[in-house]
């Protein structure tokens, strides 16, 4: 989605003694020009001013969605967590090579299969709550 531009078009008068605009038509920044007697041009110069909104988030970000879009970024290390229940684990052995897979499912009942032996991946138990 491309932000709309639009179009101003300011009349400027530029203040002869310094250079600097000393009256904008219609008013929209305060004048640059600080003379204590301004000298207008006689005639104003057609300025015309692109506008590009800003894509501005319809809602302040959350610390939390803030955080998150801070690692949004290709190349950035993170470690990824999340709590299963393992549902199936399976020794398995194969030309020698053995090794488990488990099977977690998440409080969503998503399901996911891995190969804790993969490099990087690193599984343990969460502490059971004394109920
Ligand atoms: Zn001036």
Redesign the pocket.
């Known amino acids: 989605m491309t932000a709309p531009t639009s179009e101003t078009t300011l009349l400027i008068w530029y ?6 605009s ?1 009256k904008v038509q219609p008013p929209n920044e305060d004048p640059a ?3 204590k007697t ?2 207008p041009a006689l005639r104003p110069t057609e300025v015309t001013v692109l506008h590009t909104p800003k894509a501005r988030p319809m809602h302040a970000l959350s610390d939390e969605e803030g955080r998150i879009r801070a690692l949004a970024r290709k190349g950035t290390k993170v470690r990824v967590t999340f709590e299963a229940e393992v549902v199936d684990a399976m020794q398995w052995s194969s030309a020698g090579d053995r090794g488990l897979s488990f099977t977690v499912r998440t409080s969503d009942r998503r399901r996911f299969t891995f190969n804790p032996q993969l490099e990087g991946l690193y599984i343990e138990g969460i502490p059971q709550e004394d109920g």
């Open positions: 203040c002869q003694s310094c250079r600097k000393c020009c600080t003379c301004p000298v």
